[in-house]
């Protein structure tokens, strides 16, 4: 189980999250909706370490904190982000990029095993393994830095906005492809503004707005959610 407890985020005065309680159980797949600046990004970024939370702040790991733990050291605990804008190494390779991804000494064993997984969840990268990433389309960076992610053999993937930017057929591809990680029981925890494929994927959902979480409820019950309706998906019924 990956929780927080009571998280807050200051960027100077502007106090960005306000005592967010969420968690993500074993294997469970979870989406945060919100408006542009609800504080989504910065809730993953406290998560993973870049982000220095408040005092009582907690984010816990099977009951034990990770609240402190460096951002490069995340990884060996098995939580990995994918964060927007990807991060990958533009000047190297698929492959060189996929191999970065295995370096936390929890991902050693297996790594012939889950590169080809990768391969196998994203044909085009297994087509492309020596081109350069930043010769790539944002599609294909985005299956890179979801790829590179996953060799670090994670127990939790957090993404932040996977589909920004991309065409819908893409989209529904890194979907059908996230479904398929979700099976072999990766725990997602999904920031996304594309919120009818989001919900397609996810479990339970939580709503967030001006840096507080203002509802959690299963995905089948949020599709149909009044409040969602409203912000999200244009007032009509889905
Ligand atoms: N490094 C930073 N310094 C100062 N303020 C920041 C910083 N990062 C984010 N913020 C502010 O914190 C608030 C939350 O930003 P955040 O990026 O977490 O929102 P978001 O929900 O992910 O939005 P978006 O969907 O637009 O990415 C915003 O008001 C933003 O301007």
């Known amino acids: 189980m990956l929780e927080t407890q009571n998280l807050s985020l200051r960027y100077g005065r502007h106090l960005a999250l306000h005592d967010i309680s969420i968690r993500i159980a074993e294997g469970e797949t979870v989406v ?3 408006a542009n600046g609800a504080g989504k990004s910065s809730l993953l970024k406290a998560i993973a370490g870049p982000a220095k939370a408040e005092m009582g702040s907690n984010v816990l790991l099977d009951s034990k904190s990770i609240l402190g733990t460096k951002p490069h050291l995340i990884p060996e605990a098995g939580i990995a982000l994918v964060p927007e804008g990807r991060g990958v190494f533009g000047d190297l390779s698929v ?4 191999l970065l991804g295995a370096n936390p000494k929890r991902a050693r064993s297996g790594e012939t095993e889950r590169n080809a997984l990768i391969y196998d969840l994203f044909p085009r990268l297994a087509e492309r393994k020596s081109q350069l990433v930043r010769t790539m389309s944002g599609g294909e960076q985005q299956m890179v830095a979801i790829g590179r992610a996953l060799m670090s053999n994670p127990r939790f993937l957090m993404l932040d906005e996977p589909s920004l930017g991309l065409a819908p057929i893409v989209v529904t591809e890194l979907f059908n492809a ?3 990680v ?5 725990g ?3 920031v996304e503004q594309n919120v009818s494929i ?3 994927i996810s479990d339970r959902g939580y709503l967030m707005e001006a840096g507080r979480i ?6 089948e019950a949020l599709k149909t959610d009044p409040a969602v309706q409203q912000a999200f998906l244009g007032g009509a019924a889905a």
């Open 198 to 200: 989001s919900l397609s």
């Open 214 to 219: 203002v509802g959690e409820n299963s995905a």
């Open 32 to 34: 945060i909706l919100g």
């Open 188 to 190: 997602l925890l999904l």
């Open 95 to 98: 492959e060189e990029n996929l």
């Open 182 to 186: 979700k099976e072999t029981g990766v």
């Open 178 to 180: 996230l479904r398929r």
